[in-house]
């Protein structure tokens, strides 16, 4: 028995129908329109700094059941847009114009007790961060419970649970799990079966899979894509992951700035955008199996919405921009099967673009090209030789947890082997657990392996040096010579501290300057990165930095003690897509003219086939796959390796769906 | 927004916002940001304000007073007159001298005995969280210890049984009863803050440990040793009062905890000095009362929603 058909519909909750008396005129195409969203904005009041206008005027539809997606990079108001909606903003945010209106119930005067009964039956939602969203405290049997006795839902609970559970591929002895047992994907689909519980008519889902693996995100997309299409329920699926987006969605709206600027069907999108920023976020992606791969990005920041806008805002960042665009604001105006922003587009002066992205975009810095960095040929023979300075040699890494009377162990790692050479970057990719971080852990001697050996040489030495056998003093020497990049550059950087002392600190402990030259060195290390002029950056905290600024300054304090070897932990999987070949081309231009050896560690193949020399496959701690990278890439022969590269999700596949 | 940002942080993270806000708020004003947060809730403004002059009196007692608070020389267990506005005591000594001085006790007091709780809460609470391991059982014993074991019974014990008397001895006891409970959320913040990447990137810079807590760590726990300080206080004073009024203070203090034990001693109520009686016991109300009020507003200094009305 499905307990999910469509037939019993409002069977628990009265659903209100359209009302005869609201304005039906404009309903598009005959098919109605569930979600109304008109020239809503939201404003930000707070106490301590400028208002701003965080979402301004905007409007769409959402038909029953369909998938509209929107796009746009952090800080465009995107979560912002997604939380008026649910009608979930707190101060100082609130609704400063503009209505929504969902199946006819006007949900911005709404009051909280009518909200209350729409929100889960006709509107829920997914978040990015489950394990934020389940409560820690309470199996996850509890939570479904909860989500059913709040609506009243009496009847057949447990069976339709276990059927809940099953539409999202999970086994329902999850039940009885707390939701720190779970994985974040596991976590995840737990959320979403919560989410479709009641059945609702529209599912906003505000980046449900940034933040997974690749393979598990496939997985969930997957699911979804299911679901939907046996449930019928419509969505709004917000992302600034352009490709999860474009392959799902019907419909993409882009959002910049606060503003829509383009909306359109998701294959005519990918096909032929009319946005310049929409072909600035396509040229982020490519295939990283196609034999050369170039990827461009956006230079510049989206502005700051305290102060108005007089023309277009994308005009700073725009390579097409004219004269005009800078002092008349452009309409969202209807062309060529969207909508679209844009003066030059609706003058139809924008010149046009092959299918695909990258090549066709000269106008944005092309990365790989523009670096020197083009690794569609076959590598330059000066860069393949060089002594490793670090070796791996056969290294196992077992874990032993002991609960209660039974010791189990995990390894992390088994049998690894690899080599760092200086100029040279390896690629370490895997989905999460595969023990990519015990091996960062082990090069950096934060771990001693099981067996095997770690060993280092220093470029101006012949002596080895066991990493695997270093403690205290000797350990800290070490690590002048190995240094690290994080993940998450928001908490890499103190907030308390400036990036000047952020940077003092290496040159102070490493090459013991004192007064000011470690203020002059810090500057230079600054303007090594890109962060020029220096002098404006020194004294600033985390927090005046954006997160591409911000990786920028991790990267000076790794580069502070002139290590031979950087380990980047997926330096840009935090960033948005549109300046990840950014920090990508700095990293490679680094490596280069320092001649580092850098351990690059991601579960995405892209960045590895932009960035890297070699690429070492791990699955479950075993290296399932090792190679150059555009071998390994483009003719993988492992069944993993496969796995990994069919799971990234693929904007122009979109283009080749049917419909 | 919802970027690279996971969308709520740990409640740790929460402490390190405080930090940047208030250093943000402070640049425009010469005033500290902090100071502009507390300041602009109005319940703790006037308990700023309350305390100001607590704090105003304390410091021109002798002026203010108009006579010494040991002088007996006058009438014993006057009615409040032009001359004694709150009466005189048993021993003809001026009730109001007495609460004037009494104000310097409490303050003391409170503030001493809310250093010493905080410094031995920071010292443990950092130690057993940063280092964790083995230390960090011991520690948390000792915390766990200090938590179960009732305050008040120990502080009369330790009070009675001790060989000297003297505000001294009073303020260590108190602190020694009262750190814990500082201790151990010092322990769990830490806890949080020292597996923030920024604390390994400090060791891969090189720091040493002790530079890491107090440079990376600490800053960032400000807004917690500042309400830390500010409970222990608040129990410092109601401790010295209690053991006073118990008899157990130190005689040759005037405090208002000494003079409520006086005043029952004395046989205020029989005689109807209602003045000697009330007026120790409103100016304890009033003092902690105003250390709630500013308590107020150091909620919305850690939690920066309620900053916003």
Known sequence: ?659 | MSTPVPAVRAPGADTEAVQVATRVLGRGTRLPGWFVILWRNGKCRLGLLMLAGFVLVAIFAPVIGRYDPRDDDFDTSAGPSAAHWLGTTALGEDVFAQLVFGARTSLVVGIAAGLLCTVIGLVVGLTAGYLGGWLDEVLSFFINLGLVVPALPLMVTLAAYSPVRGLTLIILVISVTGWAYGARIKRSQIITLRTRDYITAARFAGDRTARIIAHEIVPNMTSLIVVGFMGAALGAIGGEAGLAFLGLGDPQTVSWGTMLNQASLGGALLSGQWAWLIAPGAALALLITSFTLINFGIDALSNPHLRED
């Not at chain 1, 600034?240 to 909306?263: F, K, P, Q, S, W």
């Not at chain 1, 609960?403 to 390894?411: A, E, F, P, Q």
């Not at chain 1, 231009?589 to 850098?598: E, I, Q, S, Y």
């Open chain 1, 1 to 659: 028995m499905n307990l999910f058909q469509p037939e019993p519909r409002g069977a628990h909750t009265p659903r209100p129908t359209l009302r005869s008396d609201e304005p039906q005129g404009e309903v598009e195409k005959g098919s109605m329109a569930l979600l109304e969203v008109e020239n809503l904005s939201v404003t930000y009041a707070p106490r301590d700094a400028p208002v701003t206008r965080a979402v301004q005027d905007v409007s769409f539809r959402i038909r029953e059941g369909e998938f509209v997606g929107l796009l746009g990079e952090s800080g465009c108001g995107k979560s912002t847009l997604g939380n008026g909606i649910l009608r979930l903003l707190s101060p100082p945010a609130r609704i400063s114009g503009g209505r929504v209106v969902l199946d006819g119930v006007d949900l911005t005067g709404a009051d909280e007790e009518r909200l209350r009964g729409l929100r889960w039956t006709n509107l829920s939602t997914v978040f990015q961060s489950s394990m934020n969203s389940l409560n820690p405290v309470l199996r996850i049997e509890a939570q479904f419970a909860e989500t059913f006795a709040a609506h009243r839902v009496g009847e057949e609970v447990g069976a339709r649970v276990v059927e809940l559970l099953r539409m999202v591929s999970l086994d329902p002895g999850v039940l009885r799990a707390y939701p720190h047992e779970l994985s974040g994907g596991m976590r995840q689909r737990v959320a979403l079966a919560l989410a479709l519980a009641l059945r609702p008519r529209l599912v906003l889902l505000d980046e449900p899979t940034t933040g997974l693996d690749v393979v598990v995100q496939r997985n969930i997309l997957d699911r979804l894509a299911t679901l939907r299409h046996e449930l019928g329920f419509a969505v709004l699926f917000i992302s600034h992951d352009l490709g999860t987006v474009l392959e799902m969605a019907d419909r993409v709206m882009v959002m910049y700035a606060g503003e829509i600027v383009e909306d359109r069907p998701a294959p005519d999108l990918v096909r032929e955008a009319q946005h310049p920023y929409t072909r600035g976020l396509l040229g982020s992606y490519a295939d990283p199996r196609s034999a050369e791969v170039r990827v461009s990005y956006i230079p510049g920041r989206p502005p700051d919405l305290s102060v108005e806008q007089p023309g277009c805002r994308f005009t700073p960042r725009c390579p097409y921009a004219e004269d005009a665009c800078g002092q008349r604001r452009p309409e969202l105006r209807p062309d060529d099967g969207g909508l679209v922003r844009c003066l030059v587009a609706q003058d139809g002066r924008l010149p046009r673009t092959p299918a695909g992205a990258g090549p066709g975009l000269p106008v944005f810095v092309g990365f790989p090209a523009a670096a020197g960095l083009d690794r569609s040929a076959d590598p330059p023979p000066e860069q393949a030789v060089g002594d490793p300075v670090l070796l791996v040699d056969d290294v196992t890494k077992r874990y032993t947890t002991r609960r209660g009377l039974r010791t189990t162990s995990v390894d992390a790692v088994r049998g690894v082997s690899l080599a760092l050479r200086p100029g040279r970057v390896t690629a370490l990719v895997g989905q999460s657990g595969s023990g990519k971080t015990t091996i960062a852990r082990l090069v950096t001697g934060v771990e001693r392996p099981t067996s095997g050996q770690v060993r280092f040489t220093a470029a101006d030495s012949t002596t080895e040096v066991r990493v695997d056998r270093l403690r205290g003093r000797a350990l800290r020497d070490y690590r002048r010579h190995v240094q690290m990049i994080f993940q998450d550059p928001f908490s890499a950087l103190n907030p308390t501290r400036t990036v000047g002392y952020a940077l003092s600190r290496p040159l102070v402990n490493y090459h013991g300057l004192r007064g000011p030259a470690v203020r002059e060195r810090a500057a230079e290390l600054l303007e090594s990165v890109g962060l020029a002029p220096a002098g404006q950056f020194l004294d600033k905290l985390p927090h005046q930095l954006s997160g591409g600024q911000r990786q920028r300054v991790v990267t000076a304090r790794a580069l502070a003690p002139e290590p031979e070897i950087l380990i980047a932990d997926e330096p840009v999987s935090m960033l948005d897509v549109s300046i990840r070949a950014e920090i990508l081309e700095l990293l490679g231009k680094l490596v280069r003219t320092r001649r580092l050896a850098m351990l690059y560690i991601t579960h995405d193949l892209l960045s590895a086939r932009l960035l890297a020399d070699e690429v070492l496959v791990l699955n479950h701690g075993d290296l399932v796959e090792q190679g150059p990278t555009l071998e390994v890439v483009g003719a993988a022969r492992d069944d993993y390796t496969r796995l990994l590269l069919d799971s990234i999700p693929n904007p122009f596949s979109a283009a080749r769906r049917p419909g």
